[in-house]
T-cell receptor
Framework: GDSVTQMEGPVTLSEEAFLTINCTYT??????LFWYVQYPGEGLQLLLKATKADDKGSNKGFEATYRKETTSFHLEKGSVQVSDSAVYFC???????????FGQGTRLTINP | DVKVTQSSRYLVKRTGEKVFLECVQDMDHENMFWYRQDPGLGLRLIYF???????EKGDIPEGYSVSREKKERFSLILESASTNQTSMYLCASWTPPGGYTFGSGTRLTVV
């Protein structure tokens, strides 16, 4: 079945550091890929998405590129801020299914 | 913007009680979902619904049921709450062109 694997956390960085959170997937067909973010005490919010191979999703300085050849959708940010501290979830949705499969989440803490 | 509203942010219930968690969306979406979130386990799908009065089991339906009498409302029911159902519960609505809109979550503690 479809699955998503994220790098294990927690991840702790200093402010202005470069961030990468790895995400790989297994899916039949051609999934759409998503990153969601959950700030403390809140539900999940869509951060960015990509619907086909080589698409790049971007938002709030975060980027992720849909790599079909490596089945990956790694999240990157060039310079993180304390306000980026949150839990990040990678997810996939297969065409027509209208249902997402999530990775286990990666907790990110940014220290000033 | 789509809004998904969960009626309670925090609930404390006793073992054996029947518990109702309510979720309402305001955009006439057909597909709605209930997940629970636990540390180290990520999000696990409990039940989902494709339309009024339709429901399908997710990955962990045991101990839960759902109700969808109106399109905008999707309720999760714990028939007899147990301590292992202490968790964060998240409701989501499938939002075109793709992806979920989540509610703020209900943190349920069963004592």
């Amino acid at each position: 079945g479809d699955s998503v694997t994220q790098m294990e956390g927690p991840v702790t960085l200093s402010e202005e550091a470069f961030l990468t959170i790895n995400c790989t997937y297994t899916a039949t067909g051609y999934p759409s890929l998503f990153w969601y973010v959950q700030y403390p005490g809140e539900g999940l919010q869509l951060l960015l998405k990509a619907t086909k191979a080589d698409d790049k999703g971007s938002n709030k300085g975060f980027e992720a590129t849909y790599r079909k050849e490596t089945t990956s959708f790694h999240l990157e940010k060039g310079s993180v801020q304390v306000s980026d501290s949150a839990v990040y979830f990678c997810a996939l949705g297969t065409q027509g299914a209208q249902k997402l499969v999530f990775g286990q989440g990666t907790r990110l803490t940014i220290n000033p | 913007d789509v809004k998904v509203t969960q009626s309670s942010r925090y609930l404390v219930k006793r073992t054996g009680e029947k518990v109702f968690l309510e979720c309402v969306q305001d955009m006439d979406h057909e597909n709605m979902f209930w997940y629970r979130q636990d540390p180290g386990l990520g999000l696990r799908l409990i039940y989902f619904s494709y339309d009024v009065k339709m429901k399908e089991k997710g990955d962990i339906p045991e101990g839960y049921s759902v109700s969808r009498e109106k399109k905008e409302r999707f309720s999760l029911i714990l028939e007899s709450a147990s301590t292992n159902q202490t968790s964060m519960y998240l409701c989501a609505s499938w939002t075109p062109p793709g992806g979920y809109t989540f509610g703020s979550g209900t943190r349920l503690t069963v004592v």
